[in-house]
């Protein structure tokens, strides 16, 4: 799986995400197994202001350029995890101890997956974010 082969909006909910500088983005392709949408695109924000600026910005550009609103929310003023469900996707924000704890990537381990390497400055941040293979934190995107 590769961005740009991916539904214009979970691209632009990608690019949302890092110029918030969202950690660790990762978009798994549910379609093919029957689920009640087609992708995750889930991400790591390390407060809750970024957590909540990380969700505006993505609100943002799918009203902007898909003039595309969420069909629900849930969480957005918790620091922990929240969630936008835009019916072909959903974007996942979590904290670091939040992504751990529910591990969605594991749960969905049979879906094909697209890690997104983070910018320097965010990788150098994320150091200590275990979760991830080392390929992820040397910045090397992979698929399954």
Same mark, same amino acid.
């Given at each position: 799986? /590769?961005?740009?082969?991916?539904?214009?909006?979970?691209?632009?909910?990608?690019?949302?995400? *890092?110029? /918030?500088? =969202?950690?660790?983005?990762?978009? !798994? +392709?549910?379609?093919?197994?029957?689920?009640? $949408? +087609? %992708?995750?695109?889930?991400? $790591?924000?390390?407060?809750?202001? *970024?957590?909540? =600026?990380?969700?505006?910005?993505?609100?943002? *550009?799918?009203? /902007?350029?898909?003039?595309?609103?969420?069909?629900?929310?849930?969480?957005?003023?918790?620091?922990?995890?929240?969630?936008? &469900?835009?019916?072909?996707?959903? !974007?996942?924000?979590?904290?670091?101890?939040?992504?751990?704890? %529910? &591990?969605? #990537?594991?749960?969905?381990?049979?879906?094909? /997956?697209?890690?997104?390497?983070?910018?320097?400055?965010?990788? =150098? @941040?994320? @150091?200590?974010? &275990?979760?991830?293979?080392?390929?992820?934190?040397?910045? #090397?995107? %992979?698929?399954?």
């Amino acid at each position: 799986m /590769k961005l740009d082969s991916l539904p214009q909006g979970v691209r632009l909910a990608v690019e949302a995400a *890092q110029n /918030k500088k =969202a950690a660790g983005i990762t978009v !798994l +392709d549910l379609s093919g197994v029957g689920a009640f $949408t +087609d %992708y995750f695109v889930i991400c $790591t924000g390390f407060s809750t202001p *970024q957590v909540q =600026a990380i969700c505006g910005e993505v609100e943002e *550009q799918l009203e /902007k350029h898909l003039h595309r609103s969420p069909k629900h929310r849930e969480g957005r003023g918790s620091a922990e995890w929240a969630l936008i &469900d835009f019916g072909g996707f959903i !974007l996942h924000v979590f904290s670091e101890q939040a992504r751990r704890y %529910y &591990d969605l #990537e594991r749960l969905w381990r049979s879906s094909p /997956k697209l890690v997104l390497p983070d910018e320097p400055d965010v990788a =150098a @941040r994320n @150091r200590s974010f &275990d979760s991830f293979d080392d390929s992820h934190a040397a910045g #090397e995107a %992979y698929s399954k």
